[in-house]
């Protein structure tokens, strides 16, 4: 069956920098879009970042500049590199393949001093 597990989430600082792991199984990886998103406590699951087959990527704007999204089909796995980390970033990280419907169970991020 279809799974992802994320990885790399953790406590930063602000300003620093984590990069989060989506291991893919279950299903033709190279084929379909990936997707990251968040939820922050008290606030609605938003999107962060996208990229398609062909690789190309759309951001949330705010993350445009400090996030970057790729994916490595050899290894089947979809990444969240994150720089100039915020506080306001702090949430737990979900991976989503969107024509299929799936989650990951989540990564917690903190940013904090």
């Known amino acids: 069956q279809v799974q992802l597990v994320e990885s790399g989430g953790g406590l930063v600082q602000p300003g620093g920098s984590l990069r989060l792991s989506c291991a893919a199984s279950?299903?033709?990886?190279?084929?379909?879009?990936m997707s990251w998103y968040r939820q922050a406590p008290g606030k609605e699951r938003e999107l962060v970042a996208t990229?398609?087959?062909?690789?190309?990527?759309i951001y949330a704007d705010s993350v445009k500049g400090r996030f970057t999204i790729s994916r490595n089909n050899a290894k089947n796995t979809v990444y969240l590199q994150m720089n100039s980390l915020k506080p306001e970033d702090t949430a737990v990280y979900y991976c989503?393949?969107?024509?299929?419907?799936?989650w990951g169970q989540g990564t917690q991020v903190t940013v904090s001093a």
């Open positions: 989503h393949t969107p024509r299929l419907g799936s």
């Open positions: 279950g299903f033709t990886f190279r084929s379909f879009t």
């Open positions: 990229i398609s087959i062909s690789e190309s990527t």
